[in-house]
């Protein structure tokens, strides 16, 4: 497995034709450049004429500059089953389609899988993901490899939590992974990912929660996805599945909840009385047939919104430019408004909102003292013609794409480089994923 080089120190100034620092306000700053430092932090950024004198390499790229985006919620290793269970409904797709395979994987598969995804990823200008899923070691390893950015939310299923005992070693296992990541110095965060309400029990939820409070940790886990799940808890515990976490005491942790499609007033009342964040899946959402949900509605009631992709399995590709595009569409289609959700709120759910959405305060914006996770988009492309600087930001959002990422940096080192990865080999890791995906199936 391919091991990452030592991270550069040198002193970097980016220096592109406009640069989109995603800090609120969505301005377009021509001649814009950022000044990375040498510990992979932002010093300054801005109009390059208006910023102090620079000691350092000055790199002139053109081409726009923004924050890396954050994919809110994955399960990144399952690029090993990619496209599995087509057609099928939630339910059907884990039960016949996704967990046979998942059964079968290896701690090496996860590596793999994850490595892959996370080269596609990057490769978008998707610096950081959010992971639910077992073999964290595996993934932490991947992504270390990779150069990319991870929120490790460390699965919890029923499945391997067959008693109390289990239940405690692991969230034991869990703590103690995340004592030994420190985020504000590195680039993974370790928090806790409980699969859901109808998997798991609530006094299970709510040791898990009380271990992501003695943590200080995120807690995430999957909410109303479906009819079907929405039915299946209110008719197990005789109420929602929001306010089974409620009563449960879940939400006195720090929690993000993914998907969201199926919640009613009172669940997100209950949801913004938590402060939980939810992160909104669109595309695995239709794609599976789960449903649409009402992100305007989850902004109106004050609730943090980042966007995710969900897993390569049910989207099937990890591209967040996809989601970011299809966020405004259904939210505009739903409202029958096109002002119901702007091209700058559009814009925040994949960059400093998805990050706040994760508890991340670090990323998401180019700002003095943030991490230098930062993406060049060619704008030498017809999709960002005519370019006009009053619709250039409507064309980020509704014309670019991840073929207009040519270059992207994690924490201030250049991890891809004219479209290609730097610090991993792309063709060994898709066949090596070729390879063991086969082994999966029966």
Known sequence: MTKPPAASTTPTRLVGDYLLRCDGGHELIPGGAVDIGA????????????????????????????????????????SLMRSAGEGLPLDRWLLEGVWPREGRMSPDD??????????????????????????????????EATGARLHMMAGLISVVLP????????????TE????????????????????????????????????????????????????????VQERY????????????????????????????DDRRLLGEGGASVIHCP??????????????????????????????????????????RLAPMLA?????????????????????????????????????GRWADVIRLDLDQPAFQPGLAADLLGHIVWAAGAQHVTDVWVAGRRVVSAGEVTMIDRHEAQREVTRRAATLVD
């Not at 109390?164 to 034991?172: K, N, P, V, Y």
């Not at 109808?198 to 709510?206: F, I, K, N, S, T």
């Not at 306010?243 to 499609?261: C, I, K, N, Y």
Request: proline share 3%; glycine share 12%.
């Open 177 to 232: 992974l995340g004592e030994q990541h420190d985020s504000s110095a590195g680039r993974i965060t370790i928090g806790f990912g409980p699969h859901s309400t109808y998997d798991l029990r609530p006094e299970q939820l709510g040791d898990m929660a009380a271990a992501a409070v003695a943590a200080d940790a995120m807690l995430h886990i999957h909410l109303e996805e479906t009819k079907a799940e929405r039915e299946l």
């Open 163 to 174: 008693d109390a005992d289990a239940l405690a070693a692991r969230l034991a296992a869990i």
């Open 283 to 324: 595309q695995s959402n239709l794609k599976l047939g789960s449903g649409i949900a009402d992100v305007a509605a989850l902004l109106d009631a004050g609730i943090a919104v980042g966007l995710g992709t969900d897993g390569p399995a049910s989207n099937d590709n990890l591209d967040l430019w996809e989601e970011l």
């Open 39 to 78: 510990d992979g932090r932002i010093v300054a950024c801005g109009r390059e004429s208006d910023l102090p004198t620079f000691e350092g390499s000055v790199q002139r790229i053109g081409g726009l500059l923004m924050p890396g985006l954050v994919n809110a919620h994955c399960h990144t290793p399952m």
């Open 110 to 143: 996860a590596w793999w899988g994850m490595a892959l995804g996370s080269i596609e990823m990057l490769r978008a200008g998707v610096t950081t993901s959010a992971e639910m899923y077992l073999f964290e070691d595996q993934l932490i390893d991947a992504v």
């Open 238 to 265: 005789g109420r929602s599945a929001t306010q089974v976490l409620a009563d449960a005491g879940v939400f006195e942790a720090r929690v993000s909840v993914a998907h969201g499609v199926w919640l009613d007033a």
């Open 332 to 368: 505009r289609g739903i409202a029958t408004d096109p002002a119901a959700m702007t091209i700058a709120t559009a814009l925040d759910l994949a960059t400093r909102g998805g990050a706040q959405a994760l508890g991340m305060t670090d990323i998401g914006e180019l700002a003095p």
